[in-house]
């Protein structure tokens, strides 16, 4: 049986406004697919970190990679606790108070351990990860060769529990604020992708790559 | 003396492409100053977590501010290690090999220590705060009240130290892979905000705020 919910344990449950909280793989993997950066967290003889890098996701696995000399890498090979957050931000809130003052967002924490992928998985794991970022790309590149395979460093991240957090909606002010002469309403923040921009460095003349006309038009 | 610089310590060095490294305040602040959304992270019990949240910076202090009884700011307000990073995503870094695939970015890492602030400060921290996210909206609004301070915390950081980290710039691939025909280039992150939405809860028809207005325009 494939649970479609992450238990609600200590470390997961959304203290702060609870009604804003989801634990269903559904929602937390739409917005965890909605975007390729996350913030990973870790600790190191009591010192938190964190670093932002690319991520993809299969089924209920993630992966990142990087240089097999990575610092963060190489600390979270050992399997120890990890935290991973992917945020989105979509409107600034403007309320009559300050104190209502918000922002709409959907944001999926994830708390799992990481283990050192090889083999046909590791390839696997960077078409993943690339394709995330931007789909069609792994098949106009030059491919990962031995030398580059070695030089990089794949993990895979057991989800141990997760959360979302998400905000929508206009503000939410205090009945009797409603009657201030002061504007309300949101102000919607909009990601997206400007025109390719060719190197410089092309000896070849190339008609711009499909994978990034979709990438521009898709935000468009 | 003031300082300019943040020494490098075994914490802050970037290690992965040093030459991307940067350890200057005009440098880290102005990567912060663009942002209010940043992502911190502090362990308790080993286990590492990570929320975005909003700051503001005055000089070398940095604000955060919630609710009293967030989980996040009575963790962090005991002065445990803590790490606070703000990322700009400006580009993605096209290729000719999926190995030197990149992103374009600028963040900024801070480590340090946070502790309560009360009295005339906390107020002068809460403006801080929301005219980084929304400079003028302080003025439109209506102003935390007696009952509203009480029901938010507000924390100050001390930063320790700080580094930078910063791609810019067209692909970088191996010699002979110039001679490949495939495009490469750069795919341009746009951030922006569209038009505002008024609250249909609106009672009172309003001119639409000053500082949504300049928000918007700011990034047009």
Same mark, same amino acid.
Request: some cysteine; glycine content about 6%.
């Given at each position: 049986?494939?649970?479609?919910?992450?238990?609600?344990?200590?470390?997961?449950?959304?203290?702060?406004?609870?009604?804003?909280?989801?634990?269903?793989?559904?929602?937390?993997y739409?917005?965890l697919d909605?975007?390729y950066?996350?913030?990973?967290?870790?600790?190191?003889?009591?010192?938190?970190?964190?670093?932002?890098?690319?991520f993809g996701r299969v089924e209920d696995k993630l992966y990142?990679?990087?240089?097999?000399?990575?610092?963060?890498?190489?600390?979270? #090979?050992?399997?120890?606790?990890?935290?991973?957050?992917v945020?989105?931000?979509?409107?600034?809130?403007?309320?009559?108070?300050?104190?209502?003052?918000?922002?709409?967002?959907?944001?999926?924490?994830?708390?799992?351990?990481?283990?050192?992928?090889?083999?046909?998985?590791? #390839?696997?794991?960077?078409?993943v990860i690339?394709?995330q970022?931007?789909?069609?790309?792994?098949?106009?590149?030059?491919?990962?060769?031995?030398?580059?395979?070695?030089?990089?460093?794949?993990?895979?991240i057991?989800i141990?529990?997760?959360?979302?957090?998400?905000?929508?909606?206009?503000?939410?002010?205090?009945?009797?604020?409603?009657?201030?002469?002061?504007?309300?309403?949101?102000?919607?923040?909009?990601?997206?992708?400007?025109?390719?921009?060719?190197?410089?460095?092309?000896?070849?003349?190339?008609?711009?790559?499909?994978?990034?006309?979709?990438?521009?038009?898709?935000?468009?």
């Open positions: 049986m494939e649970d479609k919910t992450f238990n609600k344990t200590k470390l997961n449950t959304v203290k702060r406004i609870p009604k804003r909280g989801s634990y269903d793989k559904p929602t937390i739409t917005i909605s975007h950066l996350c913030h990973i967290s870790w600790e190191d003889a009591g010192q938190p970190y964190i670093i932002p890098t690319a990142i990679h990087g240089s097999s000399k990575s610092r963060m890498l190489s600390m979270l #090979m050992d399997g120890r606790p990890m935290c991973l957050v945020t989105h931000l979509d409107a600034l809130v403007l309320a009559r108070s300050v104190f209502h003052h918000s922002m709409n967002y959907r944001s999926a924490v994830i708390y799992g351990h990481a283990q050192k992928v090889e083999g046909e998985e590791k #390839m696997e794991a960077l078409r690339t394709e970022i931007i789909p069609g790309r792994w098949d106009e590149a030059r491919l990962p060769n031995a030398i580059e395979m070695k030089a990089t460093m794949v993990l895979s057991e141990d529990t997760a959360s979302a957090k998400i905000r929508t909606g206009p503000p939410s002010d205090d009945t009797q604020d409603y009657d201030l002469p002061i504007w309300a309403g949101l102000v919607p923040v909009i990601h997206g992708y400007e025109d390719p921009i060719p190197d410089p460095g092309m000896k070849i003349s190339q008609p711009v790559a499909q994978s990034a006309i979709e990438k521009v038009k898709k935000y468009q």
